[in-house]
Each structure stands twice: as structure tokens, then as C-alpha cells.
């Protein structure tokens, strides 16, 4: 039954099996290797700042808990000129050389911004001071 | 300047927004905390400011000169009075802002790296539009509000036929949009997106009357910080996510407190038409003509001259007068008598959350004399007199034993067990609540009858 011809031509066979094999799992691990990075790209960012967004949550039900009802007020002026962090997003809109309608509504946004940021600190440093303790 | 550096900074940024809000745990602290709060903007903004894309300075300057100095004269000549339509006007701008920074992200995808005109990454679309919608409802309420707090239109709620039916479709049609938007990022639907969002807006805040004011502002306050947070997930910065969680919370937490000050849901104030359901003023057991009894300055003065110890209950009407620096005056007085004076603040007193504390501090009331509900309230039966300005239904008694009463179950400042009740109050109108007030007819009630600031005049006048 052994056949040296044929046993040689089926040792063949099954090597090249094998080379076509290899080939293959080289391509489908990379294949996976750009499959994880992709997912990396598309996944990470939004759970990521899904994480960082709960944790402030957190962070910010603790901290006013622990605000004094007396300062209410000064609260709600400070946490007005807070969020107009925004305008952050509003630079980078007004910031290219072109003109276009992103950069006027960046202009836009930039002005309302600046507005409530100096004036709600400036009226949350006024109220502050009144709050004093009489001697 | 690396990604890594600019993130780093906006984080310094993000703990020193969170120091200025630990900051006012205590007014000792608060001034530094402002101080922190002024240190994070500034870096926030500076670090955006060296990033490569922004090339074109001159336009920007224009806008934070422009921006700066309004803001800036504002905030100094602003009377403190008149501080609640002051916030309600500053919401409405960071709404509109949040509008104006979702158009640009909108119309200039790439200047964000957020993806390409009409090829916008899927989640950054879903963010834009969620932060579009709340920083509209934010601009729209938040001049409603004002307009109320102004008295440009009236502070009572405005009903109109099948207002929560119209509020239920519009809000229907808004999630509707809004999943179109992101589907189809046709410019068209983002335009109706923004149209449907302001018409909500200003239908939200229209049925809610002026006494329900400092949970609107509250409810407002959060809005805006929610709005910063969805531009915040739209353009993945984690300073804008973690200040407007913050702001959002806090206004959550404001919104509750005011709440629970009234013994109302959420879900009844923003329905609204509190107060009007029952028409005119139900009237009492008794009925109107039972006998009151109503004093002169004069006798107010003598009251309070033989009292051992005085407890002021102020409210709006306080504000709307400007009584309180002559309500300062006249407790100074009452002190050199030898007269213990102390303050008691309701948590919804006056139209913002905090407003009678900073009217008093302006008139130089020492902090230390001004008490929270809870830590005055089992004093008032040792009180000889409780000096009731400008407030009604906080007062009112009705809140613990009326079943029937709108107010019922609220928390109440029990001056019904001093010795004596002055109030001062212009006529005998019926508070926000419309429900009439049984105390001013016992018999240790005294009304004096007067504009607030007048009658603090005249008794002062009176104890000279």
C-alpha cells in the first residue's frame, strides 16, 4: 500500500494545505488586529466621557449638598458663569482664517459667553462681600 | 501645545470649578472660592486659545472686549433687588450660546474633528442635537422667566385650553426630530429642530407663576449646565462635561430644595397654574367679615420696644419694597434697647433660591443673625414677637391643618406661637397660594398696613 510516488504527492498536498492555511491566519489576525483598533477608535471615547460625566454628576451632588442655604443665591450666579465654559467651543469656531457661518456664530456665542462670565463672577464677588460677619 | 498638555490644563480647569462651588459651603471660604472659579475660566480659556486651529484672533478679542464690558456693567450697576431676572437673563444666554456653538460644530464639522459636512460621526450628531434642543428650551424659558421676574408680562400663571396637551405633542415632536436629524443630517431638520425647541421653551416656563419662580430658575440653572454637557459630549471635552455636570446638578439639587420648601412635585410646578384653580380666594372659615385687628407705627414701636426678643420673618414684599435697609435700621434700634433680634428665612422666600439672605446681607445684616427654617423654627414660642414683612404663605397655618388647602403640607415658619404677630403687608390680598391667611385674624395679631419700607420708616421715626 505504500506507494512512494503517491505518499510523496499527498505529503505535498498537505503542505501546501498547510502554507494556505498559515496565509490565512496571518490574514484574519490582521484583520482582528484592525478590527480592535477600529473598535478602540469608535468604542473608548464615548464611554470614556460617559465615565468622566457620572463621576462629575457625582462630584457635583456632593459638593452642593454641602453648600450653605445662606449662599443659594451666590450659588446659582456662580454655576451661571461656569457654564459659560462653553466658550470654549465657541474659540474654536471663531478661531479660522476664512469667514463662513461657523465663525460668525462663534463670534456670536464667544460675545454672549464673555458676557455671562465677567458679569457673573463680577455679581457672585459682589454678593460674596456683603456676606459678613459683623464684629 | 500637545493634546495631552491642553487636557492636563482643562483638568486644573474642571478641580478648580469644583473648588469654587466647595467654596461656599461657608461665607468665610466663598470669596476664595470665587477666586478659583475666575483661575479655571481663565485657563480654560487660554489653553483654548494656543490650540494650532485657532489662527484668527481679532474677531474673538472683538467678542470678549464686547461680551466683557456689557457683562462687566451689568453686574456692577445691577441692584440686588432685582438679582432673580439678573440669573433668569444670564441663562438664556449660555442657552443661546450652546445654540450658536451646536450650528458652528454643525456647519464646521471638521474644524472640531468630529467628521465631515454631512458625514458627522453618528454619536457626535446624537450629542449636538440633544444639546441643541436644551440650550434652545434653555434660551426661550429663561426670557419668559425674566419677562415674569421684570414684570413685563404678568407674574400670574397663564393658562390657555389644551396647554399640556400642545406642551405633550411638541415635546413628542422634538424626540421625533430629533432621531430624523440624526438619521438624515439634513440641515432643514436641524433649522425645525431649533424652532420646535424655542416654541417648547416658551411654553414650559408661560403657565408657571411669579412664587414658583425659584424652582423655574433653579430648574433653568440646570438646563444650561445639561446644554454645556451635551456640546461637551458633542465636541469630547472633558471640562465642558465636567461643568456641566456640575451646573446641571447643582440646579437639580436647587430645583428639589425648593421643592421640598413647597411640598410640591416637580412634575406640579412645571404643569403649572398653581393658584388659579380656585379663582378667587376661597374664603376662610368665617368668611371676610371677621374682625382684624390693625395697629399704627406707633403701636408696632412700643410693641417692639417692651419686647425681650424679636424674630423678622421677611418676603417678597420686602424685596419689592426695598425695605431692607431700613428693616436694619430698625432692628439696629431695637438691639441698643437691649432687644434680641434674629432673622428667619423660609427656603422659598422671595423669588430665588438664597434671595432674602443676600438682600439682608446687603443691608449689612450680620450672617450669623440669619437662621434657616429649621434652626429658628421651635424658637418662635419663646419669641415675644414675630415681625412678619412682606411674607404671607409661608405663615400661613392652614399648610398644617387644612386637608382642603393648596399649601397644605408645606413647611411653615410657626409665628403663630409668639406671643405677638406685627405684619407688615399692604392690604389684606390673599398670598401667591390664594388661600387666605387665618392668622391674621387671631387675637395676638396685629396688622400693620403699609408699604414695608414706610412702615419700618415710621417706626423707626417712633422709637426715636
Known sequence: MADPASLAQRASELAGDAGELAKRLDELSQQLTLATQQGAHAGTPLVFELTVFVLAVFVGYYVVWRVTPALHSPLMSVTNAVSSVIIVGALIAAGPMSMSFAKIMGFVAVTLAAVNIFGGFIVTQRMLQMFQRKK | MSDNFSALLYLVASVCFIMALRGLSSPDTARSGNIFGIAGMAIAILTTLVTPQIVSFWLILTGLVIGGAIGSYIAREIQMTALPQLVAAFHSLVGLAAVCVASAAFAAPEDYGIGIRGAINGSSLVEMAIGLTIGAITFTGSLVAFAKLQGLVSGRPLVFPGQHLVNAGLGILLILLIVLFVMTEASGLFALLVLVSLAFGFLLILPIGGADMPVVISMLNSYSGWAACGIGFTLSNSLLIITGALVGSSGAILSYIMCKGMNRSIINVILGGFGTESGAAPAGPGGGDRLVKSGSAEDAAFILKNAGSVIIVPGYGMAVAQAQHAL???????????????????????????????????????????????????????????????????????????????????????????????????????GYAGVENELFYRDNTMMLFGDAKKMCEEIIKALE
Open chain 2, 328 to 430: 436694619r435700621e430698625m432692628a439696629d434700634m431695637l438691639k441698643k434697647e437691649g432687644v434680641q433680634v434674629r432673622y428667619a428665612i423660609h427656603p422659598v422666600a422671595g423669588r430665588m433660591p438664597g434671595h432674602m439672605n443676600v438682600l439682608l446681607a446687603e443691608a449689612n445684616v450680620s450672617y450669623d443673625e440669619v437662621f434657616e427654617l429649621d434652626a429658628i423654627n421651635h424658637d418662635f414660642a419663646s419669641t415675644d414677637v414675630a415681625f412678619v414683612i412682606g411674607a404671607n404663605d409661608i405663615t400661613n397655618p392652614a399648610a398644617k391643618t387644612d386637608h382642603s388647602s393648596p399649601i397644605y403640607g408645606m413647611p411653615i415658619l410657626d409665628v403663630e406661637r409668639a406671643k405677638t404677630v406685627l405684619f407688615v403687608k399692604r392690604s389684606m390680598a390673599s
